[in-house]
């Protein structure tokens, strides 16, 4: 069963760098690019990282991403309370046809 | 700039039906693909739905599929999300968004969504 895998929570201390995992498999991260996006409640969710590695216009660069086989990374240095917030790995699965998210880590800055 | 304004929500009863509706601004709507996601309440996002930027091809949850059906008018610069067949299931905040391409799973921009309950 395609499926991403996110760990439920993570937490970090401002300035502390924290690396969020998503774990996949060959007919999705295995496959194809691994996109990830942040969620603030009541906000619309933002894309954050696209590509696997590559930062939209606008996102600061304390942000990145990196994919291996069929796993991925979201590093987030320099940690900011307002970096709390939930964060998603998404990709495209080919024997879905469709988009899968991962769900979900939420991350506590302390 | 970009702007996704999605309407169309509101409170259904079970077996009944809904069309959500997204207007797009701020870019060449024809020329790219456009998803639906929903968010139940104390869930995560989960991706419903995508229609190529010509509305040629269309692919769907397994959840959904037979029930949603997803459209777009172009001239209009509209998406629409057909809903049949409610279920309690399908309470959610239902997000539109522009992909970055044709068809792919970058959601460059997204609505501020439209909620959507079913009660029974």
């Known amino acids: 069963q395609s499926v991403l895998t996110q760990p439920p929570s993570a937490s970090g201390t401002p300035g502390q760098r924290v690396t969020l995992s998503c774990s996949g498999s060959s007919s999705n991260i295995g496959t194809n690019t691994v996109n990830w996006y942040q969620h603030l409640p009541g906000s619309a969710p933002q894309l954050l990282i696209y590509?696997?590695?590559q930062r939209p216009s606008g996102v600061p660069d304390r942000f990145s991403g990196s994919k291996s086989g069929t796993s991925a990374s979201l590093a987030i240095s320099g940690l900011q309370s307002e970096d709390e917030a939930d964060y998603y790995c998404a990709a495209w699965d080919d024997s879905l046809s469709g988009v899968l998210f991962g769900g979900g880590t939420k991350l506590t800055v302390l | 700039q970009v702007q996704l304004v999605e309407s169309g929500g509101g409170v259904v009863q079970r077996g009944e039906s809904l069309r959500l509706s997204c207007l797009a601004s701020g870019f060449i709507f024809s020329k790219f693909g456009m998803h639906w996601v929903r968010q139940a309440p104390g869930k995560g996002l989960q991706w419903v739905a995508i229609i190529r930027n010509d509305g040629s091809t269309k692919y769907y949850t397994e959840s959904v599929r037979g029930r949603f059906t997803i459209s777009r008018d172009n001239s209009n610069n509209t998406v629409h999300l057909q809903m049949n067949s409610l279920t309690a299931e399908d309470t959610a905040v239902y997000y539109c968004?522009?992909?970055?391409?044709?068809?792919?799973?970058?959601?460059?921009?997204w609505g501020q969504g439209t909620l959507v309950t079913v009660s029974s």
């Open positions: 968004a522009k992909d970055m391409a044709v068809t792919t799973s970058r959601l460059e921009y």
């Open positions: 590509n696997n590695n």
